[in-house]
Nanobody
């Protein structure tokens, strides 16, 4: 499984960005695998942001408290792509954002994810 993120960039506080994560590889399946987004700011640990469970388990969504109500995770099964819509961005959202895929249907902690993208930088200016 290969994951490639895109959509990062520089945005002013209060603005929006949409990140995309395109998956490839014969073993990737939105039907059985959970997907998620993490971020890592300089000098900080990589932290969970959002996750979506496998489609057969209902595609349930999970969010960190810091982004709930501002960020939305979604997927396009046909395109094998997971999205992260980020609204009302704050300077503290500045980080490298990573998408991840798990071999289990529901995953929200870092150790549950097996596959990782290379990351995309998001910078929010004040």
């Amino acid at each position: 499984v290969q994951l490639v993120e895109s959509g990062g960039g520089l945005v002013q506080a209060g603005g929006s960005l949409r990140l995309s994560c395109a998956a490839s590889g014969r073993t990737f399946s939105s039907y059985t695998m959970g997907s998620g987004w993490f971020r890592q700011a300089p000098g900080k640990e990589r932290e969970f942001i959002a996750a979506i469970s496998a489609s057969w388990s209902g595609g349930k969504t999970y969010y960190a408290d810091s982004v709930r109500g501002r960020f939305t995770i979604s997927r396009d099964i046909a395109k094998k792509t997971v999205y992260l819509q980020m609204n009302s961005l704050k300077p503290e959202d500045t980080a490298v954002y990573y998408c991840a895929a798990a071999v289990k249907p529901t995953a929200t902690i870092r150790d549950d994810f097996t596959y990782w993208g290379q990351g995309t930088q998001v910078t929010v200016s004040s």
